[in-house]
C-alpha cells in the first residue's frame, strides 16, 4: 500500500506563494501520474493539477500561470508550488498517485495539508 503524505501548507495572505510537496512511500517513477486535487467545505474536490509519468504537466484553467506541480523522481516527491494566491484558492490540498498498469493503475491518496489564504 503507496502511503502518500502532503506537507508544506499553512496560512499566507493573498498575493503570497506555497510551496507543497507529497513524498511517497515508494518509487513514483513508474506511476502513470501523481496529481494535486484541493476540497473546500461545501465544494466538491476539484483536480488542480497533474504530472504524468513522462513529466507533462496539465493545469485546471483557474490555476493556470500561478501554480505550477513537479516531481523529483529520486526522492519520490511531488510538488505544487502556488503563487499569486487567492482567497478562493483556500482548501485542503490532496495527493493522488495513480498507480501503474501493471498494478491496475490503482488510486491511492494522502491525508491533504490545508492552504488558509487571508486578505
Known amino acids: 500500500q503507496v502511503q502518500l503524505v502532503e506537507s508544506g501548507g499553512g496560512l499566507v495572505q493573498a498575493g503570497g506563494s506555497l510551496r507543497l510537496s507529497c513524498e511517497a512511500s515508494?518509487?513514483?517513477?513508474?506511476?502513470?501520474?501523481m496529481n494535486w486535487y484541493r476540497q473546500a467545505p461545501g465544494n466538491q474536490r476539484e483536480l488542480v493539477a497533474t504530472?504524468?509519468?513522462?513529466?507533462?504537466?496539465s493545469y485546471a484553467d483557474s490555476v493556470k500561470g500561478r501554480f505550477t506541480i513537479s516531481k523529483d523522481n529520486a526522492k519520490d516527491t511531488v510538488y505544487l508550488q502556488m503563487s499569486t494566491l487567492k482567497p478562493e484558492n483556500e482548501a485542503l490540498y490532496l495527493c493522488?498517485?495513480?498507480?501503474?498498469?501493471?498494478?491496475?493503475?490503482?488510486?491511492?491518496w494522502g491525508k491533504g495539508t490545508l492552504v488558509t489564504v487571508s486578505t
Open positions: 515508494e518509487s513514483i517513477f513508474s506511476f502513470n501520474a
Open positions: 493522488n498517485a495513480v498507480g501503474p498498469n501493471w498494478s491496475g493503475s490503482k488510486n491511492y
Open positions: 504530472i504524468t509519468r513522462i513529466g507533462s504537466a
